[in-house]
């Protein structure tokens, strides 16, 4: 959008800085570290979790270890590990098959919601996906819990129905209805000039999805499906309640894993405020927050490409 | 002259057989959580009563109500928006009525796609680093709501700000040339004219931090507290970590008290998200322009 500019004071201000024009510019000021605050926030965030797990990166710190190693013993008395590897596998594999499921179905709805469905229908749909978006977290964890555990173990005869497979599925879910809305929000972009124009050349409905709508919307499709990732690598309470929060490199969707985020839900309540467990949950806190970071502006340049084109 | 060909009955049934996958994926998707929430309901409803909502937890959480924790979650929500709503409405008027369109305002709107992006751990370790530790507030309601606040803010920046740029910009210019500065044309007319919408945006926020968990988790929220909270430096308990700790915490929990407190966070959530809905619906259906 071109920003209106208001015809400059001067012209039209016969008895300029009077009261008015100081409350103006006033407001200008204030509005303008309401805008900024965003900024502020970020920065601050990176800041206070580095402050405090700064202690780590100097001290314990190895990088082999803490990348590459799956022993995440930091309350052992002999010998204290910090290996995030196993933790690392946990959040691939849930985010993983959660994508899986995810990407797949909310872009076939997005599609239907967008280019197939009318009238009360879309309307219908659309109120419902968003409203499916709302649902908590730890409602989803609970549903994980209570209704998706016993129904695994029973169809699956395994004995525990807390793995990978049920974390995936919930954090599917929980990804669906928002990759759903802004994959449709980008179908939605899609000028109808350019429907109507294949439909005159005699285009079917699908051929024009195939053809036109596809490929012009890919930009910010690709967007929908990272911020869906995104999501669904930091969210927390569902997997805390769902994985089984074993240290674990799974080798099937049915062994229990733990989560990164999950791993900071769990223990930091226990540490000691500056205690080496307590730096190395707020380093966890600052791979996550870089990694959510790089998907995020990842996202956004991804979808400004197609506003550009 | 118009019969269909053979390649247009093909093309034809093709477009069928996809409308109906992409159908069938739509109710795939929305069928297992309309199921599972109708078990919520199934099994919850039973517990739910006057004195479940109004009575405090008795028996180590196993009996009694869940009245702190109701009292606790509109306590930390009602002083999220205190902080939230001034600071996001500000940031949106900036955004929609003064910022230039350059790489600075480019940062800005990064920086909230970030701050709705952040996972909601790292929020927590924010709160507790910043608010609990450096200011010194303890672990206590204030700490915990202002690491809600900021953690919802985009929710009310980016709805605020798409109400003020709905308003036609005829309005302003009209107003302009009357001679108005453009703090008495966005007084007098543009936030007028937003107002409602804005109020969707505040509703959808409540919603928002009603639900989170985590970031409450070490700012402010506890298990289990005997008495009330007394002021915004106490802690106090929460209806969303209240779920997590009877359905993982509590020993020889009655399997109904879980999905109880389950269903009212739920149709909390619910009900709000939907009269923002309905209120938007309202709008789109009252708007003159």
Redesign the interface.
């Known amino acids: 959008m071109k920003k209106p500019t208001p015809p400059s004071a001067t012209l039209l201000d016969f008895n300029k800085r009077n009261r008015d024009w100081y409350l103006d510019k006033l407001v200008q000021a204030l509005v303008f570290i309401g805008g900024i605050s965003a900024i502020v926030f970020i920065i601050g965030i990176f800041v206070f979790i580095t402050k405090e797990g700064m202690g780590f990166l100097v001290g314990d710190f190895s990088f082999k270890e803490f990348f590459l190693s799956p022993n995440w013993r930091p309350t052992s008395e002999t010998k204290a590990t910090y290996g995030i590897l196993a933790l690392i596998a946990g959040t691939a594999s849930v985010t993983g098959l959660a994508m899986l499921v995810a990407i797949p179905f909310s872009l076939g709805t997005a599609i239907f919601i967008a280019e197939f469905a009318t009238g009360k229908t879309r309307e219908f749909l659309k109120v419902t996906v968003e409203l499916l978006a709302a649902i908590p977290s730890v409602v989803w964890g609970f549903i994980g819990l209570a209704i998706m555990n016993p129904l695994i173990i029973e169809i699956f005869h395994v004995p525990v129905g807390l793995n990978v497979l049920n974390a995936g599925i919930i954090l599917g879910l929980m990804a669906a209805p928002i990759m759903t809305s802004i994959a449709e929000d980008a179908l939605k972009a899609v000028p109808d000039r350019y429907r109507e124009a294949a439909e005159a050349l005699g285009a079917t409905r699908w051929q024009v999805i195939y053809k036109v709508v596809l490929p012009a919307a890919k930009n910010g499709l690709l967007g929908a499906v990272l911020l869906g990732v995104g999501r669904g690598f930091g969210e927390t309470m569902a997997v805390l309640m769902a994985t089984g929060h074993a240290i674990n490199i799974p080798t099937s969707v049915f062994d229990s894993v733990r989560a990164l985020t999950a791993t900071i839900a769990a223990e930091l309540g226990e540490t000691a405020v500056g205690s080496p467990h307590y730096k190395a949950l707020f380093t966890i806190g600052i791979a996550l927050f870089l990694i959510t970071f790089i998907i995020n502006l990842i996202a956004d340049l991804v979808v400004r490409g197609v506003r550009k084109g | 002259m118009f019969e269909a060909s053979p390649i247009n009955r093909k ?2 049934s ?2 069928k057989l ?2 109906f ?3 069938a ?2 109710a ?3 069928l ?2 309309v199921l ?1 929430l109708g ?2 309901i199934f099994k919850g409803a039973p517990v739910i009563s006057f004195d479940f909502l109004f009575t405090n937890p008795t028996k180590g959480m196993t009996a009694g109500g869940i009245f702190p924790a109701l009292l606790g979650t509109i306590l930390l929500v009602m002083v999220a928006l205190v902080a939230s709503v ?10 929609s ?5 350059n790489w600075f305002t480019r ?9 709705a ?10 709160g ?3 608010f609990v ?2 200011f010194r507030f303890g672990t206590s309601i204030l700490a915990a709501s202002l690491t809600l606040a ?1 953690m919802t ?2 929710v009310v ?1 980016v709805s605020t700000r798409e109400s003020l ?1 709905s308003v036609p ?1 005829a309005f ?2 009209a107003c ?2 009357m ?1 108005a ?6 007084r007098r007319i543009v936030l007028p004219n937003a107002v409602t919408g804005i109020l969707t945006g505040v509703i959808l926020e409540v ?2 931090t ?5 970031p409450i ?2 700012t402010g929220a506890v298990f289990f507290l005997p008495f009330l909270p007394q002021g915004v430096f106490d802690q106090t308990m929460a209806l ?2 209240h ?2 700790v009877v ?2 915490q509590v020993p020889d929990m009655p ?1 109904a008290v ?2 109880g407190v ?1 269903l009212v ?2 149709g909390m ?2 009900l ?3 009269a923002s ?1 309905a209120l938007r619906m309202y709008l789109r259906g009252k708007k003159k322009w």
Do not use: C, K
């Not at chain 2, 001034?86 to 955004?95: E, K, R, W």
């Not at chain 2, 940062?107 to 970030?114: K, Q, S």
């Not at chain 2, 500065?181 to 966005?186: F, K, M, S």
């Open positions: 093309n034809l093709r477009q996809f409308r996958i992409f159908g994926m739509t795939s998707l929305i297992p959580v599972i078990t919520l001034p600071l996001g409405v500000a940031a949106a008027i900036y955004l009525e003064y910022a230039p369109d940062t800005i709107n990064l920086a909230i796609i970030n701050l992006g952040v996972p909601s751990i790292v929020h927590a370790l924010f507790l680093g910043a530790l450096f900021i803010l985009p920046i740029q910009l302003r210019e302009w040339n001679g500065t453009r703090w008495q044309t966005i919603s928002r009603a639900g989170e968990t985590a988790m070490f969303s970590l779920l997590f359905s993982t399997e879980p999905y389950a966070l739920i959530v619910l709000m998200n939907s809905i």
